[in-house]
T-cell receptor, first 112, second 112 residues
Framework: EAQVTQNPRYLITVTGKKLTVTCSQN?????MSWYRQDPGLGLRQIYY???????DKGDVPEGYKVSRKEKRNFPLILESPSPNQTSLYFC???????????FGSGTQLSVL | SQQGEEDPQALSIQEGENATMNCSYK?????LQWYRQNSGRGLVHLIL?????REKHSGRLRVTLDTSKKSSSLLITASRAADTASYFC????????????FGQGTRLTINP
């Protein structure tokens, strides 16, 4: 089944404790992206990747890191999480940046 | 902003009625897409309409695009309780940042 798999689904952590949210897709997509969703602010892009070893900042990249060492995986790293990073996070992928996006199920992150 | 802006922000109708949601945007586009999000879950792609298309159908969904008015509408006919969700439009700008930009969504509630 074609899918984007995100883990974990829920995560509660404390300020400053490094964490990684994993994302994997099985559709051989070149384009992958991370979004955060906050009430009243909609979906905002954090980082995106056009292909392996090619990543670029989205609209709200501060406090986040990503890597794309393999085509299928695109982890989101929070080196020192802060409470303002409490949000619902989505990974998405597509064969082209302008085409239909496939979304993961989301990760609800709470930073205390 | 290039983002799509949905109208209304919230819509509540009776089961069996038709639901219409609108999206306006500010720039020339490659395509416009509609997504559905059930509460807290990942977005699911519904339909993509390209800039040279005026209308598209998929099951009970009908999407129109008016590039002269920079607007689109999503019509859901014969609504069902399962259609209760948030609906987002996303535009792929023709120039500038080649990425999907999402609106803030319309919250649709279908009352039994």
């Amino acid at each position: 089944e074609a899918q984007v798999t995100q883990n974990p689904r829920y995560l509660i952590t404390v300020t400053g404790k490094k964490l990684t949210v994993t994302c994997s897709q099985n559709m051989n997509h070149e384009y992958m992206s991370w979004y955060r969703q906050d009430p009243g602010l909609g979906l905002r892009q954090i980082y995106y990747s056009m292909n392996v070893e090619v990543t670029d900042k989205g609209d709200v990249p501060e406090g986040y890191k990503v890597s794309r060492k393999e085509k299928r995986n695109f982890p989101l790293i929070l080196e020192s999480p802060s409470p303002n990073q409490t949000s619902l996070y989505f990974c998405a992928s597509s064969w082209d940046i302008r085409e239909k996006l496939f979304f993961g199920s989301g990760t609800q992150l709470s930073v205390l | 902003s290039q983002q799509g802006e949905e109208d209304p922000q919230a819509l509540s109708i009776q089961e069996g009625e038709n639901a219409t949601m609108n999206c306006s945007y500010k720039t020339s586009i490659n395509n416009l897409q509609w997504y559905r999000q059930n509460s807290g879950r990942g977005l699911v792609h519904l339909i993509l309409i390209r800039s040279n298309e005026r209308e598209k159908h998929s099951g009970r969904l009908r999407v129109t695009l008016d590039t002269s008015k920079k607007s689109s509408s999503l019509l859901i006919t014969a609504s069902r309780a399962a259609d209760t969700a948030s609906y987002f439009c996303a535009v792929s700008p023709f120039q500038g940042a080649q990425k999907l930009v999402f609106g803030q969504g319309t919250r649709l509630t279908i009352n039994p």
